[in-house]
């Protein structure tokens, strides 16, 4: 399974950015998805993740009522759409594929290579 996120970019505090994160899999369906970030500086850390059918969703405290994910099993594709931005939420931000629904990365057994979100002004 490879998985590839776009959508990345420099925003201003209070802007939104809608990451995407395409996997080349026929069995996308079967797989919990999530998305972490690693800060700069600090260690990779969850932000949100969904379940296989898109039905049961999970956030972090600090991204919870402000980031909202989403899938679409039909394009093998999950989202990340981020709104009321802060520059705390700066970082790479990495999705994940993993068979059961998990906060710890340590489960996650497939992983993108990144895509930059800088929140500044």
């Known amino acids: 399974v490879q998985l590839v996120e776009s959508g990345g970019g420099l925003v201003q505090p209070g802007g939104s950015l809608r990451l995407s994160c395409f996997a080349s899999?026929?069995?996308?369906?079967?797989?919990?998805m999530a998305w972490f970030r690693q800060p700069p500086g600090k260690k990779r850390e969850f932000v949100a993740t969904?379940?296989?059918?898109?039905?049961?969703?999970y956030y972090s405290d600090s991204v919870n009522g402000r980031f909202t994910i989403s899938r679409d099993n039909r394009k093998d594709t999950v989202f990340l759409q981020m709104d009321s931005l802060k520059p705390e939420d700066t970082g790479v931000y990495f999705c994940?594929?993993?068979?059961?629904?998990?906060?710890?990365?340590?489960?996650?057994?497939?992983w993108g290579q990144g895509t930059q979100v800088t929140v500044s002004s």
């Open positions: 994940a594929a993993a068979t059961a629904t998990a906060t710890d990365e340590a489960a996650y057994d497939y």
């Open positions: 969904i379940n296989w059918s898109g039905g049961r969703t």
């Open positions: 899999t026929q069995t996308f369906s079967s797989f919990d």
